[in-house]
């Protein structure tokens, strides 16, 4: 009798199907119904996969299992090149419904194969795993579309080669394109290229007229593969950002608008009378100072109570970030490298001009080596979108205008203490059909220093900084906001 129970046990286990599972000493059919999903996508360099069991299983009869006593639970298996764990889910009767899942998630590089390997699997307590489902694929990351923030030089002149370095994101490492719209008369030839930066000689033909240029980078994929921009259709070619091309116009002589702040303009020869934490704040020491700034920065109104404070605040800031008056005569372009303007407009002559905004000095003159880092980083001034612009007027006057506001720090201050958006400041210099120039297009702040090749011919002064205690704040600069700004559609 011995011997039939051990053949019949011996003989169950042969026969067996992968849906029958035993206990020692017992049989039992366990009917699986399982299903293992999974999931890997790629997003911007980065993978992630996904791998979930869910199910349950039916019981038929068995010898002597004590069932009742079982539990199962479900483990998830997901390999995902290096990185590899398996989660099991809560244990839950032999009949219930179970689940498990797990994510991985890595980093990758495009253009790289990643093995991803899953398993999705049921296990019983008494019989181990008795139902399993596995595969394996490989991923690559989604190349992302490729991003484009700027272009130095940004003027190029007709009939000119020079070297223009284009910076941005995702440009692959495959040979990129360039393109620009309208693009007659301008090619290139790339000098050196990676996923950030591009170097390319750009070649202006003669002829080539007064124009906003278009630019755009197509990325042509990374390692030798093709741009792969996934079921998510990414694509290849970056939104444009635009250079201006500038012709020599032919006999027109070289116009230079420089626009500085003037800390001795009348207004700011005497300040209004602030309360006296706010003056000793302001005016004890850099370090006071910086943190008196710092919180307007931040949203907070230090020490601001009023229209008086808010005049004493604004003239403030611009009487001690104000800059040095320009020469009698200068060099534009040694000027341009002194860095010491708001803005500057350089229009005509024999070459094709530039447009250039400086940076805020730092009116606390603060000493610490990295807050002067931090400080010297953010004082930047914004170039309005049509910072550059160039074209003909209407009036059938070739123009360039140049346009820009305070950096993002400088807004922030100015929101806190007048609740408003920042305005912008701007110079058009134009020119005839017969090369005979106007400068008379310009903001009203800040002074405006005017050159013909090199000499000073004019100084425009600039409005009172700031009124509010006059009940007339928007007669002056800091009353304005960023409604306050000339568009290319209004040069006459």
Request: glycine content about 12%; overall charge negative; some cysteine.
């Amino acid at each position: 009798m011995q011997r039939t129970t051990l053949l019949l046990v011996g003989l169950l286990l042969l026969l067996s199907s992968p849906r029958q599972s035993w206990g020692q000493g017992c049989s039992i059919l366990l009917t699986p119904h399982f299903s293992t999903y999974t999931s890997v996508a790629s997003d911007n360099f980065t993978i992630t996969s996904n791998v979930t069991i869910q199910g349950y299983a039916s019981i038929g009869p068995g010898l002597g299992c004590p069932m009742n006593s079982a539990t199962h639970k479900g483990s998830a298996y997901n390999k995902l090149s290096s990185t590899v764990a398996t989660n099991y889910g809560t244990p839950v009767c032999a009949t219930c419904y179970l689940s498990a899942s797990n994510t991985e998630e890595i980093g990758g590089d495009p253009g790289v194969l990643y093995p991803f390997s899953w398993s999705g699997c049921a296990v019983c307590s008494l019989a181990g795993t008795f139902w399993c489902s596995s595969g394996s694929s490989n991923q690559t990351v989604i190349d992302p579309t490729p991003v484009l923030t700027g272009i130095s030089p940004s003027d190029w002149t007709a009939g000119t080669t020079q070297s223009v370095t284009f910076s941005g994101h995702y440009f692959g490492t495959n040979a990129p394109t360039l393109s620009f719209s309208p693009g007659a008369g301008i090619g290139y030839t790339l000098s050196s290229y990676n996923d950030t930066q591009i170097v390319a000689s750009v070649t202006v033909a003669s002829g080539t007229p007064n124009e906003d240029v278009d630019v755009s980078v197509t990325n042509n994929g990374y390692g030798g593969l093709a741009f792969d921009g996934g079921a998510v259709g990414e694509s290849p070619t970056s939104a444009p950002i635009y250079a201006t091309v500038h012709a020599p116009i032919a006999g027109a002589p070289e116009v230079t608008v420089i626009g500085w702040i003037n800390g001795n303009a009348p207004d700011l020869q005497t300040l209004p009378a602030g309360n006296m934490n706010l003056v000793t704040q302001l005016n004890n020491n850099s370090v006071t100072c910086a943190a008196e700034v710092g919180a307007w920065i931040a949203g907070a109104t230090a020490d601001v109570h009023g229209p008086v404070d808010q005049d004493y605040a604004n003239d403030w800031l611009i009487k001690y970030s104000a800059n040095p008056a320009p020469p009698s005569s200068i060099d534009p372009k040694t000027q341009l490298t002194a860095g010491k303007y708001r803005m500057m407009n350089d229009f005509g002559g024999t070459g094709g001009g530039f447009h250039a905004l400086g940076k805020t000095p730092d009116p606390c003159a603060v000493k610490t080596a990295i807050l002067k880092a931090i400080i010297y980083w953010t004082s930047d001034g914004q170039p309005s979108q049509y910072d550059g612009a160039s074209g003909t007027s209407p009036s059938g006057r070739v123009y360039q205008l140049a346009e820009g506001r305070v950096g993002m720090a400088g807004q922030l201050a100015n929101q806190t203490l007048n609740s408003r958006t920042t305005p912008w400041i701007w110079s058009v210099v134009k020119f005839d059909s017969s090369s005979n120039p106007t400068y008379s297009e310009h903001g009203v702040f800040p002074t405006y220093s005017i050159y013909v090749n090199g000499s000073l011919v004019t100084t425009i002064p600039q409005i009172q900084v700031s009124c509010y205690s006059g009940g007339n704040a928007s007669a002056c600069f800091s009353g304005k906001d960023a409604t306050f700004q000339l568009t290319p559609s209004q040069i006459q």
